[in-house]
């Protein structure tokens, strides 16, 4: 017969095992979610020129574009945006083709049309091109209702905290701003924020490794306090 001590020593190293194991899937399911998700387009270095300044010229038409197209549908609806945008792209189109009708009605020339290398270009959707999108799309989505099914669900208690907490703020926030506001800050902070960061790395490394070592104690404690029964759906 073996010895209990010597069973007791087993169970738990196995159970040490599955936890290790477990605890490593969800880590690599994360990442894979993060690093496959639309916030790593961030990351792109066509991005990263853009927001780090790096050619300030196409930088400050992206932003300026950006900021009047928000600032716009701010103050109007969209659907008169959307009608401005593309009633003024027809004033400058329909203006430059009568501008070039009459120069070679004058020169008597034969140009053609000054937008014919623009009309013999194929802008056409390839049908693999729409299909790998939409599959991409369709991984996010799933990806996205797995995530909301854990948290709703209560699959580990701590998380959806995070997740109410995060909620009851954003109860203020939508009190004081509007989801246009939120947007016009959130691209003031987009095309600022990077070069804050870029030449204060240091001292803001350093005040967020404290941020997150005050947040991972704080939790650490919470999950310590709460009841064998709800930390299982973590362990199992």
């Given amino acids: 017969m073996a010895d209990p001590m010597t069973q007791s020593s087993q169970i738990s190293s196995s159970q040490g095992l599955a936890d290790g194991q477990n605890s490593a899937k969800d880590s690599k399911f994360a990442d894979s979610f993060l690093s496959s998700s639309p916030v790593s387009l961030i990351q792109s270095p066509q991005v990263k020129d853009l927001v780090y300044w790096r050619d300030p010229k196409k930088s400050g038409v992206v932003f300026g574009v950006s900021m009047l197209l928000l600032l716009s549908l701010a103050a109007f609806s969209i659907v008169s945006v959307v009608s401005y945008i593309l009633l003024a792209l027809l004033c400058v189109t329909i203006s430059f083709r009568i501008y070039k009708s009459v120069v070679q009605a004058v020169q008597k020339s034969s140009d053609g049309h000054p937008f014919k290398a623009f009309m013999e270009k194929d802008v056409s959707v390839p049908p693999e091109t729409f299909r790998k999108h939409v599959d991409q799309c369709l991984t996010y989505v799933n990806r996205a209702l797995k995530q909301m099914s854990r948290l709703f669900l209560v699959e580990d208690l701590v998380d959806s905290l995070k ?74």
């Fill in 163 to 236: 997740l109410a907490v995060a909620m009851w703020l954003l109860t203020y926030v939508g009190a004081v701003f509007n989801g246009i506001t939120i947007l016009i800050l959130a691209d003031i902070l987009i095309f600022t924020m990077p070069l804050v960061y870029e030449k204060n790395k240091t001292q803001i490394d350093h005040y967020v490794d404290i941020a997150r070592t005050q947040i991972n104690t704080t939790m650490a404690k919470l999950q310590e306090k709460l009841p064998a029964s709800m930390k299982r759906g973590k362990t199992e």
